[in-house]
């Protein structure tokens, strides 16, 4: 299947063409009567992240990151799609899967910055851990 547009994300930041993507369909499950026997809706999405000139090195490293589950040997995220029963509404979700996987590898983690522990907060636990201790020694035998 030839498409001609280009898939754009991350606020036209990331272009990946259409000869980039590789499509394959298959019968899809479910209902749908005969004509699901006899119509291929289902859409398949290949990827090839591991190679891929089109994301740059730190969003190709936060996709392999997130979506090991979907990525294969290769390197290939794979999508596909059955909600629908035409092909070309599962095609466009598979493209919408896309897009939200690459655009939540695109955003760049905030850095978690270390807080100093509050003094109370301190002081606290080791009152709790001295009440502890009082109790567990008053449990043992008396001494004389």
């Known amino acids: 299947?030839?498409?001609?547009?280009?898939?754009?994300?991350?606020?036209?930041t990331i272009v990946i063409p259409s000869d980039a993507l590789a499509w394959q369909f298959a019968r899809s499950a479910g209902p749908g009567g005969q004509h699901v026997?006899?119509?291929?809706?289902?859409?398949?999405?290949?990827?090839?992240?591991?190679?891929?000139?089109?994301?740059?090195?730190e969003v190709r490293t936060r996709l392999e990151e997130q979506q090991r589950s979907r990525l294969t040997a290769e390197g290939d995220l794979v999508i596909s799609s059955q909600r629908f029963r035409d092909q070309p509404r599962n095609v466009a979700d598979c493209l919408a899967k896309l897009s939200a996987i690459i655009e939540r590898?695109?955003?760049?983690?905030?850095?978690?910055?270390?807080?100093?522990?509050?003094?109370?907060?301190?002081?606290?636990r080791l009152a709790t851990k001295r009440h502890r201790a009082?109790?567990?020694?008053?449990?043992g035998l008396p001494r004389e």
């Open 1 to 12: 299947m030839a498409r001609t547009r280009a898939l754009r994300l991350a606020g036209g």
């Open 37 to 57: 026997n006899r119509t291929s809706s289902k859409a398949m999405l290949r990827f090839v992240v591991r190679q891929s000139p089109y994301l740059p090195t």
């Open 134 to 139: 009082e109790t567990k020694r008053g449990r």
């Open 105 to 124: 590898a695109a955003v760049r983690p905030t850095p978690r910055r270390a807080t100093k522990i509050p003094r109370a907060a301190v002081a606290r």
